[in-house]
């Protein structure tokens, strides 16, 4: 079997099958909960939008599977071809047909029946419940203030401050993978305990994101320098990317159960005790 690298092969494969279904770059990022970079970089070149050629491999079969195609892989003749992979189980059926275009319809691709969504709902539920709450997902939405209550000046400071996080898009990747709770009481996400910095010395990729990967069902709040803060219910094996302005605190009662990536270096905490950390000092 051949190691997890993406080959001129597979991006030549992608960029055929998103071509032949008429779906245009940014759709398929949207669908897939993935930014345009990542998936130019899949047809074209570079990999500087992914922690690893391992994770550049893994989405981009993702993404050719669910094009209705198994990725292309080197058979032992030293030729390409189709090849079933077992260890992930396909987004969709191969033998999915096209449907045809129609210039009135937003829909794309038939989505399969799948029976096991209402338990997967009820097993998200009954999570939930554990951590003493029912959360009902709603869009996120940008705090109103009114500017009656504010001074000339404090007025005009926070009209660009939101204007600045409407065209930044300070929270990514969130709306497909994870649940933004309102926080309820201060102890939730609790800014004044100790924080402990642990800031890498040096990193390879930018400082103004950080990337979470939940190990288990995680509540985990994010605040950057701009007071801008979230509380999210992640839920075992999900990721996201979170950007803004650094520097970041996180404070999670469940933090050893998230892997935390930043500057493309794994954070690791020294001991269980720790929930509160600071990312991005100077």
Same mark, same amino acid.
């Given at each position: 079997m051949s190691k997890l690298s993406w080959l001129p092969e597979h991006?030549?494969?992608?960029?055929?099958?998103?071509?032949? +279904?008429g779906v245009e770059i940014t759709t398929l990022a949207k669908k897939h909960s993935l930014s345009s970079a990542q998936v130019r970089q899949l047809e074209e070149s570079g990999d500087s939008a992914f922690y690893s050629p391992q994770i550049k491999y893994i989405v981009g079969r993702k993404l050719i599977r669910s094009l209705g195609e198994e990725i292309t892989e080197l058979d032992f003749d030293g030729h390409f071809g189709s090849t079933a992979l077992e260890e992930v189980p396909p987004?969709?059926?191969?033998?999915?047909?096209?449907?045809?275009?129609?210039?009135?319809?937003? &829909?794309?691709?038939?989505?399969?029946k799948r029976? /096991?969504?209402?338990?997967?709902?009820?097993?998200?539920?009954?999570?939930?419940? /554990?951590?003493?709450?029912v959360v009902i997902p709603r869009p996120i939405q940008t705090p109103t203030i009114d500017p009656s +209550?504010?001074?000339?000046?404090?007025?005009?400071?926070?009209? &660009?401050?939101?204007?600045?996080?409407?065209?930044?898009?300070?929270?990514?990747?969130?709306?497909?993978? +994870?649940?933004?709770?309102?926080?309820?009481?201060p102890s939730e996400c609790d800014w004044s305990s100790t924080s402990l910095d642990l800031t890498p010395a040096?990193?390879?990729?930018?400082?103004?994101?950080?990337?979470?990967?939940?190990?288990?069902?995680?509540?985990?709040? /994010?605040?950057?320098? +701009? &007071?801008?803060?979230?509380r999210i219910a992640m839920k075992p094996a999900e990721s996201m990317t979170l950007e803004g302005r650094p520097p970041f605190h996180i404070?999670?009662?469940?933090?050893?159960?998230?892997?935390?990536?930043?500057?493309?270096k794994?954070?690791?905490t020294p001991h269980a005790g720790v929930k509160h950390i600071f990312l991005g000092k100077d």
């Open positions: 991006a030549e494969q992608l960029k055929r099958l998103r071509l032949s +279904a987004l969709i059926s191969a033998n999915v047909q096209q449907p045809s275009f129609h210039p009135s319809s937003h &829909q794309i691709f038939s989505r399969p029976r /096991w969504v209402p338990l997967l709902l009820i097993l998200s539920t009954l999570v939930l419940a /554990w951590y003493g709450m +209550a504010l001074d000339t000046k404090e007025s005009t400071q926070m009209s &660009q401050h939101m204007a600045s996080l409407n065209n930044s898009h300070a929270v990514s990747n969130i709306g497909a993978l +994870a649940d933004v709770l309102p926080v309820s009481s040096s990193g390879s990729r930018p400082g103004h994101y950080i990337y979470l990967h939940a190990a288990q069902a995680s509540v985990v709040c /994010w605040k950057d320098s +701009a &007071q801008v803060q979230r404070y999670s009662p469940d933090i050893s159960g998230i892997k935390i990536y930043y500057r493309g794994l954070i690791r």
